[in-house]
């Protein structure tokens, strides 16, 4: 009996044709074994109800801790000097303080030991050793990222780091979003190739040859391996492929008769530059731009944006009488006056690129609602006073109405609520309900928020 070459791919029922950034499920063959394979669920009805995003924005080294505060509701609310930039949208958000991870309390690595903020995981300790927990936006991903051509859109603006601090990798600090414990997501801070993956077919090149086309080398490889009779199926159920395929054409060139369609079919903003744009305030505002531009297009339904990695030393120059960088000048002030002054300057800025984008999506209508209601936004940070390293309370605010499911202009406060109910990753499963993904546990919690 012949012996099978250890380092050859195993057939099975369920193999894959994979070509230039294509992975093409085959049909059920009977020359494969057994693998487990599962039906393909039914296809959902079409629906006219519009799609709900998910949007993070997250900001480095906290806020100063006496400035970030709300009072009242609604139109009446009040917010403290650090939040002033999202008053004009007091009634499209939630205010939420108090939420916390206790692994990242826990940790004895005062900033990278707290950069879980989307897993609650802990982050380890170990200097050769890479893990903390995948995060719910890659969680998601997983889930339904299929229904568009981009599963999940991860953007930044500082290059991811591989230097130590404190004996631990930066690649903590360079990343929000994580797609397994050990493999953080690809962080896209390039503009225009951002631009290209939403424009093209999710790859970041323009979908211009068939798929079978890019799957036909792998194709021939396998055919010797196959039965006559699979041969034959494989045949036909390449013809079903081709047939979809036209089919997705003439829909494209139909715009969709049935069901929601985007509001915007082909991009509403030039193709950014290559290369990486010096202009910090411009840059974050192109990345907030194509976060617009891949929810609008239906490009993405779940997208992520680093403003700054953690312990950044992104100068502010830019603002008016502030100097220094970020982490070493500014958030550790000393508690120096002036020092202070342009700390919370920074914290402004922040909350201004979030006030930014929320406006940009109130402004975009799908039929009778708008962008932003069909949306949840988070704008948060993995630490609260960033002077003093705290992780006791988050700083974290929440906007649009999640398509009816988000009541808003709230503040939810839950700094008394006792450390079990005070969980942020149960702020994390109430949002992927939403989303449409129940889990019975993430990261440290198996409830859902209260009152959210």
């Known amino acids: 009996m012949p012996t099978r070459n250890p380092h050859s791919p195993v057939l099975t029922r369920?193999?894959?044709?994979?070509?230039?950034?294509?992975?093409?499920?085959?049909?059920?063959?009977?020359?494969?074994p057994l693998f487990g394979a599962t039906a393909?669920?039914?296809?959902?009805?079409?629906?006219?109800?519009?799609?709900?995003?998910?949007?993070?924005?997250?900001?480095?080294?906290?806020?100063?801790?006496?400035?970030?505060?709300?009072?009242?509701?609604?139109?009446?609310?009040e917010l403290g000097p650090a939040a002033a930039p999202l008053l004009p949208h007091r009634e499209d958000m939630v205010f939420i303080q108090g939420l916390y991870s206790q692994a990242a309390l826990a940790s004895t690595s005062p900033h990278l030991g707290r950069m879980n903020l989307l897993s609650g995981a802990p982050v380890s300790l170990d200097p050769g050793v890479i893990r903390v927990g995948t995060t719910m936006d890659q969680v998601l991903a997983a889930q339904i990222g299929h229904r568009t051509a981009v599963p999940?859109?991860?953007?930044?603006?500082?290059?991811?780091?591989?230097?130590?601090?404190?004996?631990?990798?930066?690649?903590?600090?360079?990343?929000?979003?994580?797609?397994?414990?050990?493999?953080?997501?690809?962080?896209?801070?390039?503009?225009?190739?951002?631009?290209?993956?939403?424009?093209?077919?999710?790859t970041g090149r323009r979908l211009d040859r068939s798929i079978l086309d890019e799957v036909r080398q792998d194709t021939q490889g396998l055919r010797p391996k196959i039965s006559r009779g699979d041969s034959v199926k494989l045949d036909e159920y390449f013809e079903s492929i081709r047939d979809i395929e036209k089919r997705i054409e003439r829909a494209a060139k139909d715009e969709r008769l049935e069901g929601w369609r985007p509001t915007l079919a082909q991009p509403d903003m030039p193709r950014p530059k290559n290369g990486l744009p010096q202009d910090v305030p411009e840059h974050m505002k192109l990345m907030l731009d194509l976060t617009v531009l891949a929810f609008q297009m239906d490009k993405s339904r779940i997208a992520t944006l680093m403003l700054n990695n953690d312990l950044s030393q992104m100068n502010f120059k830019f603002l008016e009488g502030v100097q220094g960088a970020l982490h070493l000048d500014l958030t550790h002030n000393g508690k120096a006056a002036d020092k202070e002054a342009m700390?919370?300057?920074?914290?402004?800025?922040?909350a201004a690129q979030f006030a930014y984008l929320v406006q940009r999506m109130k402004e975009i209508k799908e039929g009778d609602s708008s962008l932003l209601d069909n949306s949840i936004l988070m704008y948060a940070s993995s630490l609260f006073d960033g002077d003093a390293h705290s992780a006791d309370r988050l700083p974290i605010v929440l906007?649009?109405?999640?398509?009816?499911?988000?009541?808003?202009?709230?503040?939810?406060?839950?700094?008394?609520?006792?450390?079990?109910?005070?969980?942020?990753?149960?702020?994390?499963?109430?949002?992927?309900?939403?989303?449409g993904v129940k889990l019975d546990r993430f990261g440290d919690a198996s409830t859902r928020l209260a009152d959210l």
């Open 14 to 32: 369920r193999r894959f044709l994979r070509g230039t950034g294509v992975a093409l499920a085959l049909p059920w063959l009977e020359s494969m």
């Open 40 to 77: 393909a669920a039914p296809a959902a009805k079409p629906s006219n109800k519009p799609p709900l995003r998910l949007g993070i924005v997250f900001f480095s080294n906290g806020v100063e801790p006496t400035e970030w505060w709300a009072k009242g509701s609604g139109a009446t609310m």
């Open 152 to 202: 999940s859109l991860v953007l930044g603006i500082e290059p991811n780091e591989l230097r130590l601090e404190d004996g631990l990798s930066m690649i903590y600090g360079s990343s929000l979003s994580w797609v397994s414990p050990t493999k953080p997501a690809t962080k896209e801070i390039y503009p225009s190739r951002a631009f290209d993956r939403l424009v093209g077919d999710g």
């Open 343 to 350: 700390y919370l300057k920074t914290n402004q800025f922040h």
């Open 399 to 435: 906007a649009g109405k999640g398509g009816g499911t988000l009541k808003t202009g709230r503040i939810l406060d839950y700094g008394s609520a006792g450390d079990e109910n005070r969980k942020v990753c149960s702020l994390h499963l109430s949002l992927m309900d939403r989303m």
